[in-house]
């Protein structure tokens, strides 16, 4: 048995991957660049599964993969709940103003 923070490496034709995980790991600006320049292309418009195949993916056993999908997916909704309420104060920053002034023509301030 390999120690537990023991990582192999394998490719997308295993069922060892957890399909989060696999997200994040190819989300990350460095495999996404390495896929690039794989594909001979300016940006990543369409990956092949050949593409896919060859890639090679650094792998926890798979319940660290699912431990760290869990934490990536809970840190991803705690940033986009953190992006909703940053646009709606923004939003109530830009009606400012205008409150302001429609206080002021009544001459409420």
């Given at each position: 048995m390999a120690p537990r923070n023991a990582h192999s490496?394998?490719?997308f034709d295993s069922i060892s991957l957890d399909p989060r995980f696999t997200l994040y790991y190819l989300?990350?600006?460095s495999v996404r660049d390495s896929l690039v320049t794989a594909s001979g292309q300016v940006a990543i418009t369409n990956i092949g599964q050949e593409d896919l195949?060859?890639?090679l993916i650094p792998v926890p056993d798979l319940d660290d993969q699912r431990r760290?999908?869990?934490?990536?997916s809970a840190q991803m909704t705690s940033a986009e709940r953190?992006?909703?309420t940053l646009a709606e104060q923004l939003d109530a920053i830009k009606q400012l103003p205008?409150?302001?002034l429609?206080?002021?023509f009544?001459?409420?301030l």
């Open positions: 490496s394998t490719t989300r990350q600006p195949r060859r890639t760290v999908a869990s934490q990536l953190l992006r909703q205008a409150a302001l429609r206080r002021a009544r001459g409420k």
